[in-house]
Nanobody, 125 residues
Framework: QVQLVESGGGLVQAGGSLKLSCAASGRTFSNYAMGWFRQAPGKERDFVAAINWRGSSTAYTDSVKGRFTTSRDNAKNTLYLQMNSLKPEDTAVYYC??????????????????WGQGTQVTVSS
C-alpha cells in the first residue's frame, strides 16, 4: 500500500513563498510520475504540476508557470512544490498524487491512483 503525506502548508502573505513536501512510503516511488493538484473552496480539484519518474520532465497549469516549481528526490522518496510570488487565488488545499505511469507528466486526475490527505495553503492579500 502506498501512502502519501503532504506537509509545508500554511498562511502566507501575497508575494510570499512556501515549499510543500510529499513523503511517499514504499520502494516504488521512483518508478512513477507524480503530480500536484489543488482544490479551492466551492470548486473542483484542479491540476497544478506534474513530474516524470526521474524528474527530467515537468508540466504546469498556465496560472502557476514561472512561479511554481516541482521537483523530486527519489533517494528520499519525496516530492516537492516550491511556490513563489503567491497570490490570494492560490489559496486551496494542495494534494500530491502518484500517477499510474512513469512518464510523461500527467495532467488528468484519471491518471493518478494514490492521493495524499492534502495540506492547506492560505494566501492573504
Amino acid at each position: 500500500q502506498v501512502q502519501l503525506v503532504e506537509s509545508g502548508g500554511g498562511l502566507v502573505q501575497a508575494g510570499g513563498s512556501l515549499k510543500l513536501s510529499c513523503a511517499a512510503s514504499g520502494r516504488t516511488f521512483s518508478n512513477y510520475a507524480m503530480g500536484w493538484f489543488r482544490q479551492a473552496p466551492g470548486k473542483e480539484r484542479d491540476f497544478v504540476a506534474a513530474i516524470n519518474w526521474r524528474g527530467s520532465s515537468t508540466a504546469y497549469t498556465d496560472s502557476v508557470k514561472g512561479r511554481f516549481t516541482t521537483s523530486r528526490d527519489n533517494a528520499k522518496n519525496t516530492l516537492y512544490l516550491q511556490m513563489n510570488s503567491l497570490k490570494p487565488e492560490d489559496t486551496a488545499v494542495y494534494y500530491c498524487a502518484r500517477a499510474k505511469y512513469s512518464a510523461p507528466p500527467r495532467t488528468s486526475e484519471r491518471d493518478y491512483d494514490y492521493w495524499g490527505q492534502g495540506t492547506q495553503v492560505t494566501v492573504s492579500s
